[in-house]
């Protein structure tokens, strides 16, 4: 850990897609440091035990406007929010279906968060996280709903930055590459097409969730403080190459 323990002590803080991967690693993170976390996400029957006391589990499905609503009143006080979310189709993502279902749980998901949370937040004068991508820099050829979703996480997060300044809440974003989660497990597993990757990468490994974490958690914090609508980039190098 790079922070003094107590950092985010007294801070209540909400990550969706807390569950799992990236956004675990987030809840995990956050809840070290002294912070009392809300973790949400969809029913699960592969969920380890969390290894802090002070996170709570919340199913929550953020395509259901009402449900974040209900959510948002039984907690009272936010001070930050990660929008971690978010679902990848490879190959599927061509069917129209499909292509709408990506971008409304990715993009429109995290739009309804911030715009539930945003009353609480003012009191608090917090912040929010998005998640972004490498895929909001360039595209991907299997993936073309969720390059758009993460292409509108940026756009979106520079747009509320500027619209929620007012209420002195901060939005910025972070932007994985290659990390090291169950969803990249095949890849990895894959020596033909992981051999490019990792070539490509200038820190010749992958990344890890806490990682992302840490990032997340400068965004966070004090030493951010002067900084808003900021993509922040998480991915070894792979994109300057």
Request: glycine share 10%.
């Given at each position: 850990?790079?922070?003094?323990?107590?950092?985010?002590?007294?801070?209540?803080?909400?990550?969706?897609?807390?569950?799992q991967?990236?956004?675990?690693?987030?809840?995990e993170?956050?809840a070290?440091?002294?912070?009392?976390?809300?973790?949400?996400?969809?029913?699960?029957n592969?969920?380890s035990?969390?290894?802090?006391?002070?996170i709570?589990?919340?199913?929550?499905?953020?395509?259901?406007?009402?449900?974040i609503?209900?959510?948002?009143?039984?907690?009272?006080?936010?001070d930050?929010?990660?929008?971690?979310?978010?679902?990848?189709?490879?190959?599927e993502?061509?069917?129209?279906?499909?292509?709408?279902?990506?971008?409304?749980?990715?993009?429109?998901?995290?739009?309804?968060?911030?715009?539930?949370?945003?009353?609480?937040?003012?009191?608090s004068?917090?912040?929010?996280?998005?998640?972004?991508?490498?895929?909001?820099?360039?595209?991907g050829?299997?993936?073309?709903?969720?390059?758009?979703?993460?292409?509108?996480?940026?756009?979106?997060?520079k747009?509320?930055?500027?619209?929620?300044?007012v209420?002195?809440?901060?939005?910025?974003?972070?932007?994985p590459?290659?990390?090291?989660?169950?969803?990249?497990?095949?890849?990895?597993?894959?020596?033909?097409?992981?051999r490019?990757?990792?070539?490509?990468?200038?820190?010749?490994?992958?990344?890890t969730?806490?990682?992302?974490?840490?990032?997340?958690i400068?965004?966070?914090?004090?030493?951010?403080?002067?900084m808003?609508?900021?993509?922040?980039?998480?991915?070894?190098?792979?994109?300057?190459?």
């Amino acid at each position: 850990m790079s922070f003094k323990p107590d950092l985010l002590a007294g801070k209540t803080a909400i990550v969706t897609g807390g569950t799992q991967g990236i956004g675990r690693g987030i809840a995990e993170a956050l809840a070290g440091l002294g912070a009392k976390v809300y973790a949400t996400g969809l029913p699960s029957n592969d969920a380890s035990p969390y290894r802090s006391n002070s996170i709570t589990e919340v199913i929550l499905d953020v395509t259901q406007e009402d449900d974040i609503s209900a959510f948002a009143q039984t907690i009272g006080s936010a001070d930050i929010l990660i929008n971690c979310a978010g679902i990848i189709c490879r190959g599927e993502e061509f069917k129209l279906s499909v292509f709408e279902r990506v971008l409304n749980i990715n993009l429109t998901g995290t739009m309804r968060l911030c715009e539930e949370f945003r009353p609480l937040l003012a009191k608090s004068a917090g912040c929010i996280v998005n998640t972004a991508s490498m895929l909001s820099f360039f595209g991907g050829g299997l993936v073309p709903a969720y390059s758009a979703s993460k292409g509108g996480i940026a756009q979106l997060t520079k747009s509320l930055a500027i619209a929620y300044a007012v209420d002195g809440i901060r939005v910025n974003a972070i932007a994985p590459g290659w990390i090291a989660t169950p969803l990249t497990e095949a890849l990895q597993n894959d020596e033909l097409r992981a051999r490019p990757i990792l070539e490509r990468t200038p820190l010749k490994r992958w990344g890890t969730p806490d990682d992302v974490a840490q990032a997340a958690i400068f965004l966070c914090s004090s030493a951010s403080a002067f900084m808003t609508g900021v993509i922040m980039p998480v991915d070894g190098g792979y994109m300057v190459t």
